[in-house]
């Protein structure tokens, strides 16, 4: 069992061939990994997938890597960040450490540097918890998939799970049913059918009682809220 199963990752480089190499070996680690080849595209991707650490290149056409830090910074994203340069600039890491850093990375990357950062991944991972606050007392458990109420353990069946586990990824943002559909399929060729994903919600609101954890909005989208 890798240490990154349940986390996401978002790679920032407009060099192709880095941001291939990049995504392999990361690919290995965590559960899900999201490309960008700008700071813009970079910006949209945190915004909508919330991943749970990000490696950004600094020197991109346009907006660069800092620029990108200081907009995810300022619309309250709190993602620790992984910063890759070509150039051991001092005065570019000393304006990185001000920012969420969890390393800074020099081109070109050896094996054992990654091997490093990961190590500080991790431990930023356990530092920061694995529990997300929700509406209600609810809580649930990223590392365990386990919902609680009042410190008790909600049982919920394996698609149960996987659903709370989507929205949760997407916490604070609506997640559209045909994404919930195909995430519990697991991308399988199987024709969309909104009535199942509704049926599910539905009983998860049964179980627990509650109808407002699991919001339901206009276009067939659902959302959990957090506790802030």
């Not at 949209?44 to 995810?72: C, H, V, Y």
């Not at 969890?102 to 694995?130: H, N, Q």
């Not at 049913?177 to 009535?195: A, H, R, W």
Request: proline share 3%.
């Amino acid at each position: 069992m890798n240490r990154f199963q349940n986390h996401s990752v978002l790679v920032v480089d407009d060099d192709v061939e880095s941001l291939e190499c990049m995504y392999e070996y990361l690919d290995i680690e965590f559960s899900a990994v999201y490309k960008a080849t700008n700071a813009k595209e970079a910006l949209n991707l945190a915004i909508t997938k919330r991943p749970d650490i990000i490696f950004t290149d600094i020197l991109m056409p346009g907006d660069d890597g800092f620029s990108l830090i200081e907009q995810i910074n300022s619309i309250g994203l709190k993602i620790p960040i992984v910063v890759i340069s070509a150039y051991d600039d001092k005065e570019k890491l000393f304006k990185a450490i001000k920012s969420d850093i969890v390393d800074y990375l020099i081109k070109p990357l050896t094996s054992e540097k990654l091997k490093e950062t990961m190590r500080l991944c991790s431990k930023r991972f356990k530092e920061t918890g694995t529990k997300i606050l929700l509406k209600d007392n609810f809580v649930w458990d990223t590392d365990k998939l386990l919902l609680l109420k009042d410190d008790k353990i909600v049982k919920l069946t394996k698609s149960e799970i996987k659903i709370m586990q989507i929205l949760t990824r997407n916490i604070d943002l609506p997640v559209e049913s045909i994404d919930l559909f195909y995430g519990l399929c697991d991308y399988e060729q199987k024709e969309f059918n909104p009535k199942n994903i509704r049926n599910i919600i539905y009983k998860i609101r049964k179980k627990l009682n509650n109808k407002d954890l699991i919001e339901n909005l206009y276009g067939s989208k659902y959302m959990i809220s957090s506790v802030r």
